[in-house]
């Protein structure tokens, strides 16, 4: 056992890779690059978005909707830095917007977009909307979007890249994001395990977790890359996990 573990050393090192370990999951990761440079770069990317959106008048435009993220995303976040400790060390920042072409998406680092559109469109109870918000704190918990970056650089035939090249290439080329698809499907999967655990130790019901996915499986998903679990697998997953947690 100890020569084993000691030539894994010793691949790793020579391979110049970093693995880590999901929160909860215990799944292996491999990571290619520095954490703070895909954060501070996930920030940047992050804050060209928002100004675009606020030029548009189309950021924190729902003041109604933008108050209840942030009331059920404070009663989250302590459960997520008991998750991920080193979240605390995060500049969080959560915002929301009236844009129809965005329905939710998370930043490494702890950077949260919310669509009013689709909240409004589903009716998300405050329950529902806390396991919506726990899914997407969790893919930062999780630190995916690093996964994600370092996936692509080794299907990338290209020479090795900079984490702002491979952002550019995984939002822009097409086969790069087929061959990430395994992948995304992965992180959702474990992204709504975990932000359902999340929600739950926030002091959230599980039934509403679970009529969360519900309301996710009526709304036809038209995308060119299935990056996702089937819908009626999220559901079905999310009764089994809401079962464990209420043992």
Known sequence: ???????????????????????????W??????????????????????????????LDDDPEVTTRVLRIYE????AAIGLQPKAAEWNWELHTTSDSSIEAFSMAGGKLLFSSVFIRRLQLTDGELATLIGHEMAHCLAEHQHEELSEALHINTLPAASVEVMMSRISTEFPLQMGLAELSKTQEQEAD????????????KTADMIHFFEKLSQIEINALVDSHPSSLSRVHLSRILAAALAN
């Open 75 to 78: 009663t989250l976040i302590e």
């Open 29 to 58: 990761q491999d990571l290619q690059f520095d954490s703070e440079e895909v954060n501070l770069l996930s920030e940047n990317k992050y804050h060209e978005i928002l100004k675009t959106l606020s030029e548009q008048k189309k």
């Open 1 to 27: 056992m100890k020569i084993t573990f000691y030539c894994l050393l010793v691949f790793i090192l020579r391979c110049n890779f970093a693995i880590a370990q999901v929160p909860e999951t215990g799944r």
């Open 193 to 204: 395990q975990l932000g359902m655990i999340l929600a739950f130790r926030a002091g959230w």
